[in-house]
């Protein structure tokens, strides 16, 4: 059997078995969040200002703000470690659920400082694909969110043959399969970094989003301290229009 045919089945099967959402509740959707815990997106000044767009972005969804789509599953976690492969901790959505923006970042923080000497996008990947299959999250709409520069680390002792390129080397494989929608949306890239992602990570049915690091300072702007995050209109407009944005499907390779 194709992995084509084992997804249709899957599908078939989801359909039968989940008899999706309760009247009245949200369609299940699982969101999860990676964010680059190594030292060169710190040096970068990026690591800072991502903890706290992702503290607003997770509570802004929980609650369901202005229609932002509320995840019936949440996971965060990070992306590198001292060595190519590292298996790293997801923080589920029991440890986000009741807190405030503030809380949430000074819990990042703790939980993924950047200190970590290496950026392995692969080992992520590949630990997302696991935990969707371990939790039963297949066929949910997966929207993965990704805050790093986007800069791949080559695996100490690679060598790169003279046509080949560190982020063909990024592997959105182990994502292909496990729902009908796919999302990766890479945040704070340079506008270079976000084209080399679109042009060379090979992907079939992964829809991929970039958002350059000037546009993702403009969250400042929409953002009014003096108002209570359920009067945000402007912040959660934004959020919609350059983070959220519904990427279409498309056949590259």
């Known amino acids: 059997m ?5 997804l249709l089945g899957f599908l078939v099967l989801g359909a039968c078995t989940a008899g999706g959402a309760q009247p009245g509740q949200p369609a299940p959707s699982t969101l999860i969040i990676g964010i680059d815990a190594s030292g060169s997106f ?10 706290q767009f ?3 972005y997770i509570v802004s969804h929980l609650q369901g703000l202005d229609s932002l789509r509320p995840p019936s599953a949440l996971f ?3 992306i590198g470690g001292e060595r190519p492969g590292e298996p790293k901790p ?8 009741g807190r405030g923006p503030e809380q949430i970042a000074a819990d990042l923080r703790t939980w993924f400082p950047p200190n970590d000497a290496y950026t392995d996008f692969n080992a992520f990947f590949q630990r997302v694909a696991e935990l969707v299959k371990e939790r039963g999250l297949i066929l949910a709409p997966l929207n993965v969110v990704v805050l790093s520069d986007g800069v791949p680390d080559v695996p100490p002792g690679a060598r790169l043959v003279s046509h080949d390129n560190p982020y063909a080397r990024i592997d959105l494989g182990p994502l292909e399969f496990l729902s009908r929608s796919v999302t990766v949306r890479l945040l704070y890239a340079n506008p270079t970094v976000g084209e080399d ?4 990570v090979r992907r079939q049915r992964v829809r991929l989003w970039t958002q350059e690091q000037q546009v993702m300072a ?5 953002y009014k301290t003096a108002l209570p995050l359920a009067e945000q209109h402007d912040l959660w407009t934004w959020m919609k229009d350059n983070v ?7 056949n590259l390779f």
């Open 197 to 200: 992602w679109k042009r060379l």
């Open 76 to 78: 965060v976690g990070s």
């Open 244 to 250: 959220d944005f519904r990427v279409r499907a498309a």
């Open 54 to 56: 992702a503290a607003i």
């Open 90 to 97: 997801f923080h589920p959505i029991n440890d986000f659920v």
């Open 218 to 222: 403009g969250w400042h702007m929409q």
């Open 2 to 6: 194709t992995r084509r045919a084992a």
């Open 42 to 51: 710190r040096d970068a000044k990026l690591y800072d200002d991502a903890v």
